[in-house]
Structure formats: C-alpha cells, structure tokens
C-alpha cells in the first residue's frame, strides 16, 4: 500500500527566517509530486509539482523553492520567511499515466509565521 | 478568466440530504473531482466525473453537465460526521487542477 508522510507536522518561525518542509512516498514508484498551499479557510492553491527525479514546475512561487533529490522525496523551502507564508501545506501524489484528477494528500504541515 | 465557483456555506438537517453545487469555466475540460476536508485536515477524494450525468456511489453521487459547466455532489441520510468542506475541482485542457474555494456544509440534529 501507498503511503505518504509529511514533515514536520506544525511549526512556528520567525520571519526572516529558514524553512525546510518534507514529503515521503513509499510503495508507489515515480510519481507526479505537487505542493499546496492553503491559506486558513482559503482556497487551495498549487504551488509546484513534479514528474520526475531532479525535475519541479513553479506554477505559483510565493518567494519558495521546491526540490524533488529523489524519486520518493518532495522538499519546500525558503532563506527567508515571510508573515504571507502562514498557512497549510499539503504535499500530493498521484499517478503519472492517470488522468482521473485523483490526488493523495500527506496529513499537512501548519505553518505559523510570526 | 478561469474559475470554479462554490457556495461558502451550506446547511442541512441530520437524515436528510445536501446538494453542494459547482460551476466552472475553464478553458477546456478533462473531468471535475470532488475532496472532503475536514477541519485542519486534507482533503480525501471522493468522486470523479467526465461524463455528463449522475454517478452514483451510495452515500455520493455526482452530477455532471459539461454544456452548463455545472456539477453538484448529493449527500444522503446525512450524518453529523458528514459535516465537513468540500472542494470541487476541474481539469482544464492543460491537465491543471483549478480549485474552488470549499462548500462548508453544516449539519444540524
């Protein structure tokens, strides 16, 4: 079975500072990887995604960088948060013939920026 | 512009029914989906539909009209655990997910 798993669960940084979120998929090989992101009671909004190892599409920056070092690892990151970054962000995986529109979430990571 | 369009809020009455409803405009269409979220939660697929008329699963159906750009999800014998958003999303031409903004269904005793 599929699993996804995210990291770190919740976190609360200072602006101006570092940020490095996590994602993990096991028991699916070469999937199509997105990050969104989601303001509190906001919509949801794709920030990256990838199809392959070393490849990532910006489709929203948001002064953030994605990372896919490898095929079972997606990663998030800025130098330099800002308050605008606060939310929850969800990592996603589906399949990369499949065109159902079906996405898998990890269980998000809350992001605090104070 | 591209866009999917839902109602903020919408509220029902334990064992009866909800319809949540969705339009859409999109510059081409390879079927719409719909998520659950609960609250602080991700969202968990539910349906997906590319043809025009009413899928049903059970306690989910799912009701296309591609010429309306419209869609809705029927829930029946409502529980309170039904409580919860739901999040209508569209595939345009370009295989991209565009997002609607979540049905926040209420459900009351």
């Known amino acids: 079975a599929q699993t996804i798993h995210q990291w770190p669960v919740a976190e609360i940084k200072a602006v101006g500072s570092p940020l490095s979120l996590g994602c993990t998929i096991k028991?699916?090989?070469?999937?199509?990887l997105y990050w969104y992101w989601q303001a509190t009671g906001g919509t949801l909004q794709q920030l990256f995604y990838?199809?392959?190892?070393?490849?990532v599409e910006s489709v929203v920056q948001l002064n953030l960088s994605a990372s896919r070092p490898k095929d079972d690892q997606f990663i998030l990151s800025t130098e330099k948060l800002l308050l605008s970054h606060s939310g929850f962000y969800l990592c996603?995986?589906?399949?990369?013939?499949?065109?159902?529109?079906?996405?898998?979430f990890g269980e998000g990571s809350k992001l605090t920026v104070l | 512009g591209q866009g999917v369009e839902q109602p903020a809020k919408l509220m029902s009455v334990e064992g009866t029914f909800a319809r949540v409803n969705c339009t859409y405009s999109?510059?081409?269409?390879?079927?719409l989906s719909w998520y659950q979220q609960r609250e602080g939660q991700a969202p968990v697929f539910l349906s997906y539909?590319?043809l025009d008329g009413l899928k049903d699963s059970g306690h989910f159906s799912t009701f296309l009209s591609r010429s309306n750009g419209y869609s809705y999800l029927l829930l029946t014998e409502l529980q309170i655990k039904d409580s919860a958003s739901y999040l209508c999303?569209?595939?345009?031409?370009?295989?991209?997910?565009?997002w609607g903004s979540g049905t926040k269904l209420i459900i009351k005793p």
């Open positions: 996603a995986w589906s399949l990369a013939t499949g065109h159902t529109g079906q996405l898998y």
């Open positions: 028991g699916k090989s070469s999937p199509n």
């Open positions: 990838s199809i392959t190892v070393g490849q």
């Open positions: 999109t510059s081409g269409f390879n079927g």
């Open positions: 539909v590319v």
């Open positions: 999303a569209v595939r345009d031409s370009n295989y991209q997910l565009i």
